[in-house]
């Protein structure tokens, strides 16, 4: 397939190309994928409402249009770790419930009470909090956040009772509300195992506690991707969903396809090189790879640079429809393919053709989960740390195209 763009090139300059012109390399969004995995949690999660997390630049697949695509197809909430991450979403336009819960002391609570941004409070930021309202005059949105067993952020349930009760003073005297009650699994991706069973039990304890000095939340939310999708129990008023959204699956042993995902981002670039080698021939630093016989060598100009793992020797590339493996030491601009002996005419015909690193998994190609088999890590860091070299772009940007109008490829860095 042939994705045509309009796109800025350049290191420290804004260049245009012609808008057929082919990108050399892209990380193509599937907005309608996005879609389709959203509606599947909100089909999933009902009564319960879905928060689209969109964090790390929605795990590199680019914040603003997966949250308007989300929120086109009915999530009802957005979530990001940072509210640096939560104001670029306001700077953009996007006005829906928006929850910020990973903070420094130098995080800008004022700038996140003044855009309507709802805070996580796991203790110490409360003082924070409440200082940017009165600043701001206007009331703070918080969630309280419990630990129930994960051991990062959230109130120990000893000082839980404590907290609330500061909570509620403020919220008496006017300058928060508290608008939910929230904690984060640990085992979830892992169904058998039963401390889930004990995060849930301790958070159900949380909320009574909460609900005794007079909390009246609007929302209570625990649930991950993978506790939408197995643990019906921990659903409550709203499930965090990350991962699932992009299509990916947070089981292993299960995957996109069988959990009814389509896998939205497809990495993807054009051969650089293709040229006949000798037998022996080294491949890359090192020289751990050499060549068995006469062959053709690919080379594909996606290195750790790009998001590329370093150590993923043996991770697929497709091209033709035909999957390798890549051979030698990953660089940081590019990655070789053996291709095998192959004809002048048919090598003649590899230059310059497409090569996927990842995509939907479609007929048989590479996708994430394989090359985080390669890296020996999860289908989670393989697409957010694709990187900003990495042009990123977006097909089905809107819900439906006009009559008789075809869906065009935008790109953006």
């Not at 940072?82 to 700077?91: D, G, N, P, T, V």
């Not at 349930?157 to 909570?167: E, M, S, Y």
């Not at 004990?198 to 991950?224: C, K, P, W």
């Not at 035909?322 to 393919?337: F, K, L, S, W």
Request: glycine share 10%; hydrophobic share 45%; net charge negative.
């Amino acid at each position: 397939m042939t994705y045509e763009a309009a796109a800025d090139i350049g290191i420290g300059s804004r260049a245009s190309i012609a808008k057929s012109a082919v990108l050399e390399r892209s990380a193509v969004i599937d907005l309608d994928a996005v879609r389709h995995n959203v509606r599947q949690f909100v089909g999933i999660a009902s009564p319960a409402a879905v928060m689209a997390v969109v964090k790390a630049d929605a795990y590199g697949h680019g914040a603003v249009q997966v949250a308007r695509a989300a929120l086109d197809a009915g999530a009802a909430w957005l979530g990001v770790a940072h509210i640096s991450e939560a104001l670029a979403l306001r700077a953009a336009g996007v006005d829906a419930p928006l929850l910020a819960w990973l903070h420094t002391r130098e995080s800008n609570f004022q700038a996140a009470v003044a855009a309507g941004v709802d805070v996580g409070v796991s203790g110490w930021e409360l003082e924070a909090v409440v200082a940017a309202a009165r600043e701001q005059e206007r009331p703070a949105r918080v969630h309280l956040k419990v630990d129930t067993g994960l051991g990062r952020n959230g109130c120990t349930i000893a000082d839980w009772d404590q907290l609330l009760g500061q909570a509620m003073e403020y919220q008496d005297q006017g300058l928060l509300r508290v608008v939910g009650i929230f904690s984060h699994l640990a085992v979830a991706d892992e169904p058998q195992r039963t401390e889930t069973d004990d995060q849930l039990s301790l958070f159900r304890e949380a909320i009574a506690m909460a609900e005794d000095a007079g909390v009246d939340t609007e929302v209570r939310h625990i649930a991950n991707t993978p506790a939408a999708l197995s643990r019906p129990d921990s659903h409550f008023d709203l499930v965090r969903v990350g991962l699932g959204i992009y299509g990916l699956s947070p089981f292993e042993g299960a995957t996109s396809a069988e959990l009814g995902l389509r896998p939205a981002m497809t990495v993807r670039t054009l051969l650089s090189n293709c040229k006949k080698v000798p037998q022996g021939q080294g491949v890359s630093y090192g020289l751990n790879y050499h060549t068995s016989e006469e062959s053709t060598l690919g080379l594909v100009p996606l290195g750790y640079a790009d998001g590329v793992p370093r150590i993923a020797t043996g991770g697929p590339v497709q091209v033709n429809g035909v999957t390798y493996p890549v051979v030698g030491r990953i660089a940081m601009d590019q990655m070789v393919i053996d291709l095998g002996p192959l004809s002048p005419e048919a090598m003649a015909g590899l230059k310059g053709a497409e090569a996927v690193m990842f995509g939907n998994g479609a007929g048989g190609g590479p996708t994430a989960d394989d090359w985080a088999a390669a890296a020996g890590t999860n289908n989670y860091e393989i697409v957010t740390r694709i990187s900003p070299r990495v042009p990123r772009s977006y097909v089905n940007e809107l819900p439906e195209a006009p009559a008789g109008a075809g869906r065009a490829e935008t790109a953006a860095l």
